[in-house]
């Protein structure tokens, strides 16, 4: 059983920064992966970025690609989403996930999420 907290979250303006946080416990595998998706009001989950634990493999979804990037501390079991040049169509509820390499929309261990805001 694996357990992902999230942290990090928030109200910022456009063109603003936030930095996002998930620390895992419990059983990791090397073959797995850890990455961030996320939920807008209204809308279905959407990929935002992984990163495998073992080689550091990392893939991001052409929407935030340039203004985010993903990062990881095995000695901390954390994962570190950071999010530049926000904007108002970022705004949503952010989950963390693990699961076996790569992560897809089954299958995976959640965090509970973590609300990012963005205003115009």
């Known amino acids: 059983q694996v357990q992902l907290v999230e942290s990090g979250g928030g109200l910022v303006q456009a063109g603003g920064s936030l930095r996002l946080s998930c620390v895992a416990s419990?059983?990791?595998?090397?073959?797995?992966?850890m990455g961030w998706f996320r939920q807008a009001p209204g809308k279905e989950r959407e990929f935002v970025t992984q990163?495998?634990?073992?080689?550091?493999?990392?893939y991001y979804a052409d929407s935030v690609k340039g203004r985010f990037t993903i990062s990881r501390d095995n000695a901390k079991n954390t994962v570190y989403l950071q999010m530049n040049s926000l904007k108002p169509e970022d705004t949503a509820v952010y989950y963390c996930?693990?699961?076996?390499?790569?992560?897809?929309?089954?299958?995976?261990?959640w965090g509970q999420g973590t609300q990012v805001t963005v205003s115009s």
């Open positions: 996930a693990t699961g076996r390499y790569p992560l897809g929309y089954e299958n995976n261990y």
């Open positions: 419990g059983r990791t595998f090397s073959n797995y992966a």
């Open positions: 990163i495998k634990w073992s080689g550091g493999t990392t």
